[in-house]
């Protein structure tokens, strides 16, 4: 590990490149933070990382989906194209065929890339009532037969949860103790550097899009840029190449339930960014960029 790069990819659900205005959370950020730059005009760099508009529509009619914009990401296959249409949600049974033969795990396995790890942790009632439907994210970590996070290694100092404050296991009567963005950044950072390949999922700024709440949203958005930034200042940015990207917009523009057509903002930050970036123009280069980078490294 200690001479091999590795790779953090940042998922985050629903944040598109939007235009200025009132309807934009985002123009409520402080100009330093880094999700500051998903408005109107993105500079061609940020804190040192390589912003990419990034096509999410990948040449389907229609607004981009949450199941078939993960699928992408996580497999490089352009999933609308081939199941016909973008789908909300889940994955269907035709989308987990996909993702269980194209899995980016199952890719990194195959290339003999290891250690590779989901930073997430589940929750008890994900284990014990197992749901109907499952993410594409969990569909790809089970394709490669990885193990999940649980509540206990969130306990340990070992995973991060989805909402990283732990705020929302609180509300549910879990016994974990509340972190801050600083807390979080540490433990998400302490597995990047123990793994070659790490995801981390955050979904709320879909949730809070959809909500329409702009008070809501201005909150998540700006813990969520102050978790970025202690984060790279945890990194080994030398070894570490972090990807940033999203499945669809809707935050962006909360006059509307509905996702957007927006571009979505990928970020590299890290030695290898100029390589990476310039691979990248739809979600769908997003996994092959990061098996090349990591079979060839």
């Known amino acids: 590990m ?11 659900d629903g944040l598109g490149i939007g235009t200025r205005g009132p309807h934009n959370p985002l123009d409520n950020l402080d100009g330093a933070t880094p999700l500051a730059v998903f408005q109107n005009e993105e500079p061609a760099r940020f804190l040192d ?5 990034t096509d999410p529509t990948l040449g389907v009619p229609g607004r981009p ?10 497999t ?7 199941i016909g249409y973008h789908k909300q949600g889940f994955p269907n049974q035709a989308l987990r065929d996909i ?28 284990f014990v009532e197992r749901p109907r439907w499952v993410s594409a994210t969990t569909a790809a970590v089970e ?42 950044a540490t433990v998400l950072a302490s597995i990047v550097a123990q793994n070659r390949f790490t995801l981390y999922e955050y979904f709320i700024t879909d949730k809070v899009g959809h909500a329409q709440d702009m008070a809501l949203a201005t909150v998540v958005l700006t813990s969520l840029a102050h978790f ?3 984060l790279l200042n945890r990194l080994d940015l030398e070894r570490t190449t972090v990807i940033l990207t999203s499945d669809h917009g809707n935050i962006e523009d909360l006059t509307s339930r509905n996702h957007t057509l927006h571009q979505v903002p990928t970020i590299v930050w890290g030695a290898h960014r100029e390589r990476i ?15 090349s980078e990591l079979a060839n490294g």
Do not use: C, W
Request: no cysteine.
């Open 2 to 12: 200690a001479n091999k790069s590795s790779v953090l990819l940042f998922f985050i």
């Open 49 to 53: 990382g390589i912003v990419v508009p």
């Open 65 to 74: 989906q949450s199941a078939s914009g993960q699928t992408t990401i996580l």
């Open 76 to 82: 490089g296959v352009n999933a609308p194209a081939q």
């Open 99 to 126: 993702i269980q033969t194209h899995s980016i795990f199952r890719q990194l396995t195959e290339a003999g890339v290891a250690p590779i790890t989901f930073a997430n942790a589940y929750s008890r009632r994900f």
């Open 143 to 184: 394709a490669a037969g990885l193990n999940f996070r649980t509540i206990d290694d969130v306990k340990a100092g070992a995973a991060v949860f989805m909402d990283y404050t732990n705020r929302f296991l609180i509300e549910k009567g879990e016994d974990v103790l509340e972190r801050t963005e600083e807390e979080a």
């Open 228 to 230: 970025i930034r202690e």
């Open 277 to 291: 970036a310039a691979r990248i123009q739809t979600l769908a280069d997003i996994t092959p960029a990061i098996v």
